[in-house]
């Protein structure tokens, strides 16, 4: 199925974008909140964005996403495993405490999200799933320094592995299960450090992954440590005003020069999922070319922002309001995300993390 979307939702006519101009209402209903049965059994809408003609959405499973790929395209995915980073216990004093780890600093700390009824100070002591002791070493912004107290062939990886529960997003409204610790994480998972998981990746198949590389068509991976940032709501208006939380990401030299070969040879770059986007995007920006980097980046991407590496891109469906939305917006053009958006509603596409898919073959702009 295609159609041409409508022009009711007009973008502003000046460049100051503020956070109300990403905002759509969406019924509860369609806020995935299982995994469909299998992987490969999502919708995948395609947007094929042009500048001035009609911008064309077809309703597609995900399974016809090799279709859209060309046997010199390059697929990039973010290879980034999520840890069990949800800890549930008490402070030493009594009251209840949930931890959510951000970032594993070393074989014994981390940054984590603390939330309690009064919040624990620098030396006060942490119980967690009744197995872990930590202690508070102090605070980073928002964020807690915690050491724990583990035996020398432990680590924090394998304490949460031991003791965590998966992070499932706040608008899931419903406990981890065991079903969670494979259906949360891409198949190709391998780096662990994310406190979410790379969604886009989520539909993937080891079968399908296969059948793309049959068809002639490169598969690479980057890593981008996914934090719980990525759930945090835009809260100023004005969208100059925001500033984004801070990620780690690495991108090798081998990676780069399989990117320059394919468009040299005239392939498209497909991102698997915005942190991909993210990942390449800033990697460019720190010498102006793409250069492999392996650091931070806090990179907020609005519409009116170029594209120096992504020639297409595969994402899931992000909550209003979100820097996930804006950034869609900025590469498919606005009008067509909107108009893409109110489509997967009225076709009662599945959101979120657990939600389906959106394939964008092309670039495009506002006309």
Known sequence: MSNNPSN????????????????????????????????????????????????????KQFNDFIDYL??????????????????????????????????????????????????????????????LCVNVKGREGDLFVLEFKLPDKQTVFSALEAHGHMPLPPYISRQDNVEDRERYQTVYATNPGAAAAPTAGLHFTREILSNIKKKGIAVATLTLHVGAGTFQPVRVNNLQDHKMHSEWISLSDSVVKQINETKKNGGRVVAVGTTSVRCL?????????????????????????????????????????????????????????????RHAIEQQYRFFSYGDAMFITNKGQDC
Request: net charge negative.
């Open 281 to 341: 995007e800033s990697a460019f920006a720190q010498h102006g070319e793409l250069q492999a980097y392996t650091g931070e980046t806090d990179i907020f991407i609005t519409p009116g922002v170029k594209f120096n590496v992504v020639d297409a891109l595969l994402t899931n469906f992000h909550l209003s309001e979100s820097t996930l939305i804006m950034l869609v917006s900025a590469f498919a053009g606005y009008e067509n995300t909107m108009a893409a958006y």
């Open 8 to 59: 009711s939702h007009q973008p502003p006519s000046e460049k100051n974008w503020q956070r109300s101009d990403f905002y759509f209402d969406l019924p509860e209903s369609l806020i995935a909140q299982q995994p469909t049965a299998e992987r490969h059994a999502s919708r995948l809408l395609v947007l094929s964005p042009h500048i001035h003609q009609n911008t064309k959405i077809e309703d």
């Open 70 to 131: 060309n046997p010199n395209d390059l697929l990039i995915m973010n290879d980034t495993r999520v840890i069990p980073a949800r800890l549930l216990g008490n402070k030493e004093t009594g009251g209840k405490v949930e931890v959510l780890v951000e970032r594993v600093l070393d074989n014994k700390t981390v940054l984590a999200h603390v939330r309690s009824s009064k919040s624990p100070k620098a030396g006060a002591a942490l119980i967690l799933e009744d197995a």
